[in-house]
């Protein structure tokens, strides 16, 4: 049971455990989803292909950007809302994200953030001392640690105080569905509607299989960025970049969704970064070229502006001779980077080599050094002694993925409609990013999987307090809202 797989029946075999709620993945989104489903008095069970939950959100710097929260509030910051979030995401996006999708996000984060700081105990603050660019003010919140790792932690503990059940080491591979039906009354020829599904199977160490029945499904496992075979089809802009990425975005979902006849959307969006490290194989914080620094390549030459954003930067360095580029920084900013902590491991582990001027900085990059002088005039915020660090772009994660409505329900190809009992969110699903990497707003990631977990529960627990729809049938909601 390898390959991610459709098994039709029109139910599980007697005997297979039932529950209200199956999450596939327990990242930002599926914990999330976990917690809230919890407030709801919903039973799930969340499953975990790791040993432990993490996903891609441990990976992470665990920055989640919101307008209106509270803690933005206290920190001063009180000209923030949704409207003027979505703006700047849409900005970003060239106005190519799905409105619908950039709407319900921008709008359920805060609620959503607040209730995790003042119900479950995640103690956030507000990222202070520069602004990331294409944000117009202060937004990103953050646990003291400052990592995604953290974020995660603080999230999984608090689904398993709220009763969540999360299942580890449960690689989930089959999703079983009922037949697929025609609409009633429809003509002869009328599309399939889309099938409802019963539950799903999912491997165990050593191989054995074990099987779920649902009531309600929600993936919130992964995107397709692992998988080079799909990246080349259909993200063939970062099919050199380095995947720097979380082993379980294989594309799981994507799979299930074509065998299923779901619809797509977004696929060429991602996020990627253009400060990797290597050889190390870190990630270096953007915040040095918010606040500053610069990139040069290997023949000492600026080529592109870096306040633009490091999502579409990784396209940029990719383009370098080698696809290799340096950042270029001084104490100022040396000061800045080390107040991150992968940017302290980053440089425990030697990727920021450091040049008392310029002609040494020079031959480190291995360029000449009358070029690099006139590049660093360009920079009149950068005063010796210089540090540097070697990187390429990478690739994060996927933004595209299954097309899905405002309440999170994934949508039909072929119909158009709901699925009945099929929710995605986070990585599975079509994010707010638009359709090219140059879309991402930083943030983006973690603001669509936490949003996203929030407006599934909430989705689900409409549905299951739907008087007259006792088997709590997510097409009792209004018809879905799409956009192209």
Known sequence: MSTPRIVTAAAMPAGTPAVPVAVVGAGACGLAAAIFLAEAGIECVLLERDARAQGSTALSSGFIPAAGTRVQRAAGVLEDDPGRFAADIQAKAKGRAAPHLVRACTEAIAPALDALEERHGLAFELLGGFVYPGHAVRRMHTLAERTGAALVAALEAAAVRSGATILTEALVRELW??????????????????????????????????RLACAHLLLACNGFGGNAAMVRELLPAMQGAAFAGHAGNDGSAIAWGRQLGAALADLGGCQGHGSWAVPQGALITWALMTEGGIQVNTHGRRFHDETAGYSEASVEVLAQPGGIAWDVFDDRLLALGRSFPDFVAAEAAGAVRHAA????????????????????????????????????????????????DDQCRVLHAASGRAFPNLLAAGGAARGVSGDAVWGYLSGNGLLSAIAGGFIAARTLGAAAAAPANPSHSCSTLPPPERSA
Do not use: S, Y
């Open 177 to 210: 569905c009922e037949p697929a039906a025609a609409a009633p009354a429809a003509p002869a020829g009328a599309a399939a509607m889309p099938p409802r599904i019963v539950g799903l199977g999912f491997e165990r160490p050593g191989g054995a299989v074990e």
């Open 357 to 404: 001027d310029t002609a040494a900085l020079a031959a480190l990059v291995g360029c000449d050094a009358a070029t690099l002088a006139r590049t660093l005039a360009t920079a009149p915020r950068l005063a010796p002694p210089w540090h540097a660090i070697k990187v390429t772009g990478a690739l994060f994660h996927t933004q595209g993925g299954l097309d899905i």
